[in-house]
Nanobody, 124 residues
Framework: VQLQASGGGLVQSGGSLKLSCRAS????????MGWFRQAPGMEREIVAA????????FYGDSVKARFTISRDITKNTVYLQMNSLKPEDTAVYYC??????????????????WGQGTQVTVSS
């Protein structure tokens, strides 16, 4: 599976952006998908994740109630809608995938397929 992320950019504080991550290749639908971010000098952190069935989601504490992860299974695409953006959301955002069985929970670590990063910059 290969992942292609898009949608980053520059936005003012309080604004919105929507990131997309398209998965291509065999068995793409078997992957849980996550969004991670890494700011300069900081460790990479998980932002949000979604089960392969699209029915369960996970959010990091810092983005709860502001970000929404979703997926279109027919398009093998995962989205991250980011609202009420803050300067501290500035980072390179990465989408990632991890193959799981249907009965598994949403993984928050050990993702093994990564897309290229997309820069999100929030100005104050």
């Amino acid at each position: 599976v290969q992942l292609q992320a898009s949608g980053g950019g520059l936005v003012q504080s309080g604004g919105s952006l929507k990131l997309s991550c398209r998965a291509s290749g065999p068995n793409a639908s078997r992957y849980a998908m996550g969004w991670f971010r890494q700011a300069p000098g900081m460790e990479r952190e998980i932002v949000a994740a979604i089960h392969r069935n699209g029915g369960s989601t996970f959010y990091g504490d810092s983005v709860k109630a502001r970000f929404t992860i979703s997926r279109d299974i027919t398009k093998n695409t995962v989205y991250l809608q980011m609202n009420s953006l803050k300067p501290e959301d500035t980072a390179v955002y990465y989408c990632a995938g991890k193959q799981i069985i249907l009965s598994a929970g949403i993984p928050t670590t050990s993702y093994d397929v990564w897309g290229q990063g997309t820069q999100v910059t929030v100005s104050s």
